[in-house]
């Protein structure tokens, strides 16, 4: 066969398909979507995998030693003799941190979000975000670090001013707004205007001095507390809240972009103001976005390990009283991180299965907290579409 | 011809010289266990490395992950600042493995509180009280009007089994709000960044930045330690698999050497031979 032969050959065959190219061609259509399906079904394998070998490890644990020890219990003492494994006290330092860590970074990340998305202008935006990002990308070994070094022995020496400052710094503005809209709505509906202006300056002035008073006291007392141990819930809070603030704040960020230009235009065309565009408008609109990004900052919150290990003092009691975050807790992360060296087969097998136990209870705390959190972004969607 | 031979005779040196190499690398030392140990041993391997060219590779997990690391094989040494439990030795019978223990150095428990605190000694019952909780105020004990807080170590460390049982006693628990660290390090780092905390780190670990407190009204040192006059001294351990021989033999014995006990008594451990 001559090359000219060959080369004609090819070039009707580009065009006519026969019947064995098109089976050619659904083969390799059938080959190409088995791969990207086994590789997407690889990872849902993987995540029932985890589940299947931490669970197989768990049960034995009920087995030997029952439920209600392990629930119910604050007994932890894994290597004496007799043992107690009652981890009551290590669940709730883990939901004590994270619900600490939730108060903060939920109203610090939503607020960041909105001045992003709603306040700053583009320009200021396109280099506060990636900075914002950048906590994300710091290993948690050196926010554990910082906790321990410098956070720890600060609130040990300087807790009561520390906590004095805090408190004015972060309700000050809140009372002075409320100070102004309160007098503004007491004083709306006074027909005289010389009567109103005296009215409003003394309701300006009557609210102040209370809140003055407020601010002193309260201050006053935070300044007494001393805190005996820098390694406390409440340092662990702190931090990990920063650990969750970039998660919170990027999510909630794209989440309020996306509600998109007409929206807002909209709003404003009705004559809202920017303020009431924001929490009528753009919040409603975003708020399954929102839910999702707070969801995620607290599982980072409560399944972060190295934080909590080196920083909460690891004392496995309930705070005396049960909201004290300035005693020292123990989490259930840290507590696996912690005990898995010594807990082989070998030492004693309900000591190694407890920590499966353990496992197993913050991958169900995970999982049920996404299903809610998926559940309530499904009906959010119906509602805001009408249906 | 003889071109391809030399070729061959090349390649045939560069594997022997690399499997040689193996060799020797194999011939390396693998220690895990106690961080109470950990600087004695880094400094026999620091030794061993510079005289004799030896690789050895030193972690510092804990005592019970010594225990466990020899059991499992997977070190040639176990230092640990406890003896083996029974549950151990019947786990490393059952696996094979022989522990012969052979004591490194003796070293005190020396009871260490924040260097503001005037505190200068305690008794042994004392020390019972403060770590179970009877005592939860310093002024009990001669000290300020200031609450205690009481660190102890992790449940995988030789020294909080020796504390416990030259202590508190092995089945009384150690308080619940009781804090919780993961060695040596970071008990003194601990102590000595909080006023009122008190805890227990080995004596080579003691420096200026925490204040040791006498026991029974005995300094710990090293002359106390050795003449067994302070209450709360135990002895460390390499523990190895059978009968040592050949370099491991020669770690194990190196603290009966001259250059084992100036560097044990650098480290401010107390030598027993």
């Known amino acids: ?387 | 011809m003889i071109k391809q031979w030399g070729k061959a005779l090349s390649v045939l040196a560069i594997i022997s010289l690399v499997t040689a190499g193996r060799a020797e690398a194999k011939s390396g030392i693998v220690i895990d266990g106690s961080t109470t140990v950990g600087p004695l041993a880094k400094s026999f391997a620091a030794y061993f490395d510079k005289k004799y060219k030896v690789p050895v590779t030193v972690s510092e997990s804990g005592s019970g992950n010594g225990a466990k690391s020899l059991i499992n094989k997977s070190c040639d040494i176990a230092s640990m600042s406890r003896s083996m439990k029974p549950q151990e030795l019947t786990a490393a019978k059952s696996n094979g493995v022989n522990p012969v223990s052979s004591i490194v150095a003796l070293d005190g428990l020396a009871i260490v509180v924040h260097p503001s605190n005037p505190v200068r000694s305690l008794t042994k019952a004392q020390l019972a009280d403060i770590y179970t909780a009877k005592i939860t105020n310093w002024s009990k004990v001669g000290g300020p009007n200031a609450q205690i807080v009481v660190i102890q170590r992790e449940s995988n460390s030789g020294t909080q089994e020796s504390f416990k049982e030259l202590v508190v006693g092995k089945e009384t628990p150690v308080t619940r709000s009781a804090e919780t660290q993961a060695s040596n390090g970071a008990v003194k780092n601990r102590v000595s960044l909080t006023r009122g905390a008190i805890g227990f780190i080995g004596l080579g670990f003691t420096d200026s930045s925490v204040k040791k407190v006498a026991v029974n009204n005995v300094m710990p040192s090293s002359a106390t330690v050795k003449n067994g006059s302070y209450p709360l001294s135990r002895p460390l351990f390499f523990v190895t698999n059978g009968q040592p021989t050949g370099l491991i033999k020669q770690f194990v014995d190196f603290p009966k050497t001259s250059d084992g006990k100036l560097i044990i008594k650098e480290l401010g451990f107390v030598g027993k031979y």
């Open chain 1, 1 to 387: 066969m001559s090359s000219e032969d060959t080369a004609r050959q090819v070039r009707s065959s580009a065009f006519v398909v026969s019947a064995r190219k098109r089976k050619l061609q659904k083969i390799s259509k059938m080959a190409g979507e088995s791969t990207l399906l086994l590789i997407a079904s690889f990872v849902a394998v993987v995540v029932l995998f985890i589940f299947f070998f931490v669970a197989r490890d768990a049960v034995p644990f009920f087995q030997i030693r029952g439920f209600s020890e392990f629930f119910t219990s604050t007994n932890w003492y894994p290597a004496d003799d007799p043992p107690g494994f009652g981890s009551l006290a290590i669940i709730y330092g883990s939901l004590m941190v994270t619900v600490g860590s939730a108060l903060i970074a939920i109203p610090m990340g939503i607020t960041a979000a909105i001045c992003l998305s709603d306040v700053l202008p583009f320009s200021v935006r396109q280099y506060v975000k990636p900075i914002i990002e950048m906590l994300a990308a710091i290993p948690s070994v050196a926010f554990g670090f910082f906790a321990l070094v410098i956070l720890a022995p600060l609130l040990q020496n300087f807790g009561g001013p520390i906590l004095m400052w805090t408190w004015w710094l972060i309700v000050s503005p809140f009372l002075l707004l409320a100070i102004i809209v309160v007098s503004e709505l007491l004083t709306a509906n006074i027909a005289s205007e010389k009567k109103r202006k005296i009215l409003h300056a003394t309701s300006l002035g009557v609210f102040g001095l209370i809140a003055l008073a407020l601010l002193f006291f309260v201050g006053r007392k935070l300044q007494g507390i001393e805190i005996l141990t820098g390694t406390n819930a409440l340092n662990v809070s702190i931090i990990l809240s920063f650990m969750a603030l970039p998660t919170i704040v990027s999510v909630s960020e794209d989440a309020l972009q996306a509600v998109g230009r007409e929206l807002r235009e909209g709003s404003y065309a009705l004559g809202a103001t920017r303020a009431e565009t924001i929490v009528k408008t753009i919040l409603p609109a975003a708020s399954s976005g929102i839910l999702a990004a707070v969801i995620l900052g607290i599982m980072r919150s409560l399944g972060e390990t190295m934080v909590v290990w080196m920083a909460s003092g690891n004392s496995s009691h309930i705070p005396d009283p049960w909201f004290n975050y300035l005693e020292s807790v123990r989490t259930l992360t840290a507590t696996i991180a912690g005990d898995m060296g010594e807990a082989d087969q070998v030492t004693g097998s309900a000591r190694f299965h407890v920590l499966f136990a353990m496992g197993l209870l913050l991958l169900v705390i995970s999982f049920v907290s996404n299903f809610i959190s998926e559940r309530i972004i499904v009906r959010q969607r119906k509602v805001l579409s009408g249906q």
